[in-house]
């Protein structure tokens, strides 16, 4: 490999950097050309409506957003010598051999491209090719810059069986590069097997169980901008939607798609898609769990259709002088055909006055009439028509029908019977049920289930793509929330097994796709880790046999000898000047720094900082240069990470949850956050599984 530095003296002609740098300013000044062409058009003369006119110039807003040239973030990162000329629809039209990868797709007044979007069918050898599958490439080129400025490059001769293979520093610096602020893209620097990740065909659900820092964060998010490129109309009809556990972890994402040129992808937690009420409420842990078992379905499909009644009366309609007479049992054949279709309770109620009407109808013309289309709409507006359906196939709020669930143990036990238990009814029956929906304590796991009873109703509609990250988490009902958002589109599953915190997490990935509803997703494993030093990741593994049985540990792409120190302080749960001063000692070094500890020490840990003069910020809340200190509750730990961790007392951080299983497993979360260095300091003894 080749890393020439910089040599101002080298004519711009033979200096090969220079080239480079060339290239890089004739491709801003075309960026800046492109911007201005886009700037200067005149909507005047090709609107019609003023709605036509609002939609164009936002889109073209959002083209001017999408074409800025910003000065940190690199133009190109990579360039491609093909050993043949490229067919012209890979090429985007280029039809050249040499291709330089940058975030998008950048062309010269002839439409020449000047550089390539890295998402082009033309740029994923820069991916993928190896010495071993070359791909028809002779040379891979990786360019490292200095803010903004391009200083290096490193060569790869993929066809040169002599050349050894050596790791890339320019991608060690950037794996390395301190961590302040939001999440960064990995564009310049994605890997092969993460690569087929984001790639993958749209019309398959992906499913990646990854260990702490594998990337699958970073590949969910690049995988919604790769389908969006690869599949624009349709994702902008049907919609993408990417779901976090919490907003301090969506804070902590945010940018990345936007920094990838893609604006409109919505974001949202589970409970704020599932949000029919207002959530005032907690569950205790066992009945948390039994109202995200997947059983629960059962019981509200009952509960929903339990107000069906067959009639025993007939349904007369008056028109005119003459009255028409539908029989009872005419009527509950109609029902009960209804019933045992596999459509929505809502599109029953509407289909049910049609089949009355119709009945109706073939009397009119056994007596003699010849009714048509209005006739039937008409009859089926009938009020005798109308009281027949509300009287056998009532509407039903989802709303209102939870709260009876949860507060009427008849109705419960009815919906109930042969599916759950004596005791698991106790025990998810409110205590003392609220006189109405409205004054309800609804837990997190109630929203679930009326958003189950309401898609029993109603058909909820299904976005194109969904990425849910932290997975594991989930309760089969959430799985089915999630997945009814995606019925007709496709999914990316991410999460640790190992991670999973919550007394329903997932056990087996199966069975969570089967409650996804995309029983036959590739299952793919990520093992690479990008962000935790080997001797911590080692550390944190030890941990895995109790945890997580079945899973491989993960490896480290990072040696960083000294990451770890773990230290023994004085048996005092107050004493709390030993995690200051590791806090003073972290800061000392370029990059941010959290301060994890169990929830129940995070007022004691802040008035310690704060007496120590040490301002600090919650997790969230974006670090800046000056601001680089968070103190971060163990339970909002999971998908963050910083450059140096502190980690205060972990016997605390297990003793947090109600098992040792899962405390294990919140300790395994909290040790997996650190790029650079963790500390821990330890007052109890540290849990035996750490060894
Ligand atoms: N190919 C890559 N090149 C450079 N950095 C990478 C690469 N893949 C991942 N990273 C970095 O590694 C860190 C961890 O990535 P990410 O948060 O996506 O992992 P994760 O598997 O979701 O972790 P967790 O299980 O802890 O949530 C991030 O800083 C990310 O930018």
Redo the contacts with the bound molecule.
């Keep these: 490999m080749h890393s020439p530095t910089t040599d101002a003296t080298a004519g711009a002609t033979t200096d090969p950097l220079q080239r480079e740098r060339d290239h890089l300013a004739s491709s801003r000044a075309a960026l800046k050309a492109m911007r201005e062409d886009v700037e200067s058009l005149d909507l005047r003369d090709v609107t019609g409506t003023w709605v036509s006119a609002a939609v164009l110039q936002n889109q073209i807003e959002q083209r001017i957003a999408a074409l800025a040239d910003l000065a940190h973030t690199p133009l190109f990162f990579g360039r491609l010598d093909y050993l043949h000329a490229i067919s012209e629809d890979l090429s985007e039209g280029g039809g050249g051999e040499r291709f330089y990868i940058g975030r998008r797709h950048v062309h010269d007044a002839d439409g020449d491209p000047m550089v390539i979007d890295w998402r082009a069918p033309v740029s994923q050898p820069f991916y993928r090719a190896s010495r071993k599958d070359p791909m028809d490439v002779e040379k891979r080129r990786r360019f490292g810059y200095t803010g903004g400025e391009l200083t290096a490059y490193e060569d790869e001769n993929l066809s040169d069986p002599a050349e050894a293979d050596t790791r890339s520093a320019l991608?060690a610096a950037?794996?390395e590069k301190p961590?302040v602020g939001p999440?960064?893209?990995?564009v310049?620097?994605?890997?092969p097997e993460?690569d087929e990740i984001v790639r993958a065909d749209i019309t398959g659900t992906v499913c990646v169980q990854?260990?702490?820092?594998?990337?699958?964060?970073?590949?969910?998010?690049h995988r919604v901008a790769y389908l969006l490129y690869a599949h624009r109309e349709r994702l902008a009809r049907t919609g993408t939607l990417v779901i976090g556990p919490n907003r301090s972890f969506l804070h902590y994402i945010e940018q990345v798609l936007p920094a990838l040129g893609e604006l409109d992808v919505a974001q949202a937690t589970v409970q704020e898609l599932v949000a029919h009420v207002e959530v005032r409420g907690a569950d205790s842990a066992e009945a948390a769990r039994i109202k995200g078992d997947a059983r629960m379905a059962e019981v509200l499909r009952r509960a929903v259709r339990s107000g069906i009644t067959l009639p025993t009366e007939p349904c007369v309609v008056v028109r005119g002088s003459r009255r028409w007479r539908v029989p009872a049992y005419e009527l509950v054949e109609i029902i009960e055909e209804l019933k045992g279709r596999e459509i929505r309770y809502g599109a029953a109620a509407e289909a049910l006055p049609q089949r009355i009407a119709h009945a109706v109808l073939l009397k009119m013309e056994q007596g003699g009439e010849a009714p048509d289309d209005r006739v039937q709409d008409a009859v089926a507006r009938n009020t005798a028509v109308k009281a027949a359906v509300k009287a056998c196939w009532p509407p039903v709020d989802p709303v209102k029908l939870v709260h009876r669930l949860l507060g009427d143990a008849e109705f419960l036990a009815a919906a109930a019977d042969g599916i759950l238990t004596a005791e698991e009814q106790r025990t998810v029956l409110w205590a003392k049920p609220a006189r109405s929906a409205k004054t309800a304590q609804w837990s997190a796991a109630d929203a679930v289930l009326v958003d189950e009873a309401a898609d029993l109703v109603q058909r909820t509609p299904s976005l194109g793509h969904v990425v849910v990250?932290?997975a594991q988490d989930l309760s089969p009902m959430q799985y089915r929330a999630v997945g009814r958002r995606c019925s007709t589109g496709s999914a990316t599953v991410?999460?640790?097994l190992a991670?999973g915190t919550t007394p329903w997490a997932t056990a087996s990935w199966p069975e969570a796709l089967h409650h996804l509803g995309k029983p036959s997703a590739h299952i793919e494993e990520?093992t690479q880790?990008?962000?935790v030093p080997d001797e911590v990741i080692v550390y944190a593994s030890r941990l895995l046999p109790a945890i997580a049985p079945g899973l491989a540990p993960a490896t480290s792409v990072r040696e960083a000898p000294g990451s770890l120190t773990v230290t023994p302080v004085a048996d005092d749960p107050t004493a709390t000047a030993a995690v200051v001063d590791a806090c003073r000692a972290a800061l000392a070094h370029e990059g941010s720094t959290g301060l994890i500890a169990a929830d129940a020490r995070i007022p004691l840990l802040a008035d310690a900082l704060t007496a120590a003069g040490l301002p600090f910020l919650d997790p969230g809340t974006e670090t800046t240069a000056e601001a680089r200190l968070t103190l971060v509750p163990a339970s909002l730990a999971?998908?963050?990470?910083y450059d140096y961790v502190v980690l205060d007392e972990p016997a605390a951080v297990v003793a947090g949850e109600p098992d040792e299983r899962t405390g294990l497993r919140r300790l395994y979360?909290a040790l997996?956050?650190a790029?650079s260095g963790l500390h821990v300091l330890h007052a109890q003894p540290l849990p035996p599984q750490l060894g």
């Design positions: 991608l950037e794996i961590r999440m960064r893209d990995i310049a620097t994605i890997q993460q990854g260990a702490p820092g594998t990337g699958k964060t970073a590949v969910g998010l990250d932290e991410l999460g640790d991670q990520l880790g990008f962000r999971k998908g963050l990470e979360v997996t956050r790029v």
